[in-house]
């Protein structure tokens, strides 16, 4: 299993749409092969942070995702929407 957590600082003025934007593609995303979970947490002392917290079944499915004609589009998007530059961080959880 893979946890994943993408931490995104967005321009204050795009908040409001990243939201939406995120809401509208979060059942797409759901679906891809191996998507075990997503969720959004917003930071509450920075509003302008988010962070994307997904698992996946494997490195494999995640790479699937993150290769994805979806995944590009979804991600050029978003990238336009930033103050500073995204960080992630991949785990794997073995148990």
Known sequence: MIKRIVQMTFDPQYITVFQQFFEERKATIKRFEGCEFLEL?????????F???SIWASEHHL???RFSEFFKDTWTQTKAMFA???Q?????VKG
Do not use: M
Request: glycine letters at 0%.
């Open 51 to 53: 962070f994307t917290h």
């Open 41 to 49: 947490w917003q930071d509450i002392n920075h509003p302008n942070i």
């Open 84 to 86: 500073e530059k995204a």
């Open 88 to 92: 992630a961080w991949s785990v794997v």
């Open 63 to 65: 790479n699937q995702y």
